[in-house]
């Protein structure tokens, strides 16, 4: 199956320090990538939408200052949380959408904790 | 996107053929079902999708009711590694298009 690569996949930082998430996929190209955010004992919730070569499309409710995506290439989509505070501690997960079936292969995620 | 019911866990014996129904009774012509995933702690892992015919392939096979109200995801031999939340979720194709994830089914296999 398809590859995707997160990294880092556990982060601890302080609290006003800004972190970066990649999300890469290694053996196809992804014009569309998605980063998702999930809460002890809750299921995945989508945040945004990281379309190559145009800006993000988030979700309601979800900050776009705060959350900053980047996707400068068919491989590599970044997400950003900045001046982070404890209640962005969670898990991250990212994916990339192959092919036209809309089936999405998903990283390791990535565990943040915010002190 | 059309909203899916899936029991809330389910027990199953190792070696044994787990059988996870899903409803999606408002399930639009162009809205495929599609199956993840996910092992405690990691990502969420592809499994099958389906249209309106029965799907196999290496990990499982997908029956899906001949009027698509609802699906049946089915793993053949389950081992321990198959504990897992296992989701179902109704989404067309395109580019627009993104998946929603619902509570899923909780699948213990025990020994």
């Known amino acids: 199956g398809a590859v995707v690569s997160q990294h880092p996949s556990r982060v601890i930082c302080k609290s006003g320090t800004s972190v970066k998430i990649e999300c890469r996929s290694l053996?196809?190209?992804?014009?569309?990538m998605f980063w998702y955010r999930q809460f002890p004992k809750q299921s995945l919730m989508l945040m945004a939408t990281?379309?190559?070569?145009?800006?993000?499309?988030?979700e309601q409710g979800v900050e776009k200052d705060k959350f900053l995506i980047n996707h400068a290439s068919l491989t590599l989509s970044t997400l950003t949380v900045t001046s982070a505070h404890p209640e962005d501690s969670s898990f991250y997960i990212c994916?990339?959408?192959?092919?036209?079936?809309?089936?999405?292969?998903f990283g390791a995620g990535t565990r943040l904790s915010v002190l | 996107d059309a909203k899916t019911t899936q029991p809330t866990s389910m027990d199953c014996a190792e070696g044994r053929a787990a059988n996870l129904p899903c409803n999606h009774s408002?399930?639009?012509?162009?809205?495929?079902v599609y199956w993840y995933r996910q092992i405690h702690s990691q990502g969420p892992q592809y499994i099958i999708h389906?249209?309106?015919n029965n799907e196999t392939n290496e990990m499982a096979s997908l029956i899906i009711t001949e009027d698509r109200k609802s699906s049946t995801l089915i793993l053949p031999h389950a081992t321990l590694r198959d504990t897992a939340v296992y989701y179902c979720?109704?989404?067309?194709?395109?580019?627009?298009?993104?998946?929603?994830f619902g509570t899923g089914t909780r699948l213990q296999v025990t020994l």
């Open positions: 994916s990339a959408r192959r092919g036209a079936k809309n089936i999405q292969y």
């Open positions: 053996d196809f190209q992804a014009t569309t």
């Open positions: 990281s379309n190559e070569g145009s800006k993000a499309t988030y």
């Open positions: 408002t399930i639009s012509g162009n809205e495929y």
């Open positions: 389906g249209l309106k």
């Open positions: 979720i109704v989404s067309p194709t395109g580019t627009a298009s993104k998946l929603t």
